[in-house]
Every structure is written in structure tokens, then in C-alpha cells.
């Protein structure tokens, strides 16, 4: 499983860090994709990490802003948000699957069924 924490509300131009914290897997085979849904609107794939290659990739509306990173003795990856904006506000979702079978890119991992979903945490950043 994937548990996400870390979310919270904060001003504009303010950072926080989300944390997704796995179990039960083999966490270096694993890519870990970062999630968002903005209410009314699709889910969007923010950022990708994959240990096996050293993959980071990040959505253009994010990138500059948002740094993926991983703590393996931890089985943890982070998000960490700076410089939030009201459009960034949304629930954040962590999902993992296996690395060998996901292509660490924003556009196909959007379409990219995933093996573990966490339940989300909100963002909410205001203006």
C-alpha cells in the first residue's frame, strides 16, 4: 500500500511537502507517480520518480516549483511544492507500480494503470 500525508492549507507563494510512504512491495522496483484531482477537473499526473533509472519527470504546470525526491531506507518518496499558487490547490494522490512496466512520462502515465493507490491528501492553497 501507499499512504499520503502532508497536505494542508497555505498561503500563495507558500511550500509544502507531501510525503508517500509504501509497504508490502519491493520499493526500488517501483515507480511512484504523484497524482492531482482540482475540483471539476480530470486527474492529472504531476511528477513520476523511478529508482531503477533515475527518472524524475514533472508536469509543465509544476515544473520549477515541484521537486520529486526518494528516501529508499525509508520506502518514501516526496513532493516537495514551492511557490503554490491557488491552482495548485486539489487532492494529491501517490500510486506505485511495478518500474520494468511504466514509462516515467507525465502524458502516458496519466493513462497508465497503476498497482497501489493511497487515499489522497488535500492541498489547498489560497489566494
Known amino acids: ?27 526500488d522496483d517501483y515507480a511512484i507517480g504523484w497524482f492531482r484531482r482540482a475540483p471539476g477537473k480530470e486527474r492529472e499526473a504531476v511528477s513520476c520518480y523511478k529508482d531503477t533509472d533515475g527518472s524524475t519527470v514533472y508536469a509543465d504546470s509544476v515544473k520549477g516549483r515541484f521537486t520529486i525526491s526518494s528516501d529508499n531506507a525509508k520506502k518514501t518518496v516526496y513532493l516537495q511544492m514551492n511557490s503554490l499558487k491557488p491552482e495548485d490547490t486539489a487532492v494529491y494522490y501517490c500510486a506505485a507500480r511495478p518500474a520494468r512496466t511504466t514509462r516515467c512520462e507525465v502524458t502516458v502515465l496519466e493513462k497508465t494503470p497503476m498497482e497501489y493507490w493511497g487515499e489522497g491528501t488535500q492541498v489547498t492553497v489560497s489566494p
Open 1 to 27: 500500500q501507499v499512504v499520503e500525508s502532508g497536505g494542508g492549507l497555505v498561503q500563495a507563494g507558500g511550500s509544502l511537502r507531501l510525503s508517500c510512504a509504501a509497504s508490502g512491495f519491493t520499493f
